[in-house]
């Protein structure tokens, strides 16, 4: 890819504080930045995206849709970055944490598919001790 038109995408898309921050990293956080990234929007699906310009390019990151205008929380762009990054964890690492968290709300659902059922199951006891009285 031409550096013109590199930097056409990057003063485009975002360019600024929030490019300077992918670019350069934020040390409060432990993002060193990487010189090959860059944010822009994706009108088609209303959300940012995070892409790399490293050999060919492909998208890192992308944001929940939001609205056009709403720029994104750059904070927690970089730190999915850095908790991301291979170059500092292992794969495993990685996917360990995102199995942990899938666990994690699969878990969530099935708790509130129980609650719902418990909840369901004593208006039917309810209603059988009007019916009937209690004497089961």
């Known amino acids: 890819m031409k550096t013109?038109?590199?930097d056409t995408i990057r003063h485009s898309a975002v360019g600024g504080d929030m490019q300077h921050m992918l670019t350069y990293g934020i040390p409060e956080i432990g993002w060193?930045?990487?010189p090959w990234i860059t944010l822009c929007w994706n009108k088609l699906e209303s959300r940012w995206e995070i892409w790399?310009?490293?050999?060919?390019p492909y998208c890192v990151h992308r944001s929940r849709p939001i609205h056009e205008g709403e720029l994104p929380n750059i904070f927690e762009l970089c730190t999915h970055?850095?908790?991301h990054d291979l170059h500092k964890v292992k794969v495993e690492d990685v996917l360990n944490r995102v199995d942990k968290?899938?666990?994690k709300l699969i878990k969530e659902q099935q708790t509130k598919v129980k609650e719902a059922q418990i909840e369901a199951l004593e208006k039917v006891y309810w209603h059988v001790a009007k019916e009937v009285g209690h004497h089961y």
Do not use: F, K, P
């Not at 790399?52 to 060919?56: F, M, Y």
């Open 4 to 6: 013109g038109i590199l």
């Open 32 to 34: 060193n930045g990487d």
């Open 52 to 56: 790399s310009t490293r050999d060919e």
């Open 81 to 83: 970055l850095r908790d």
């Open 101 to 103: 968290h899938n666990d």
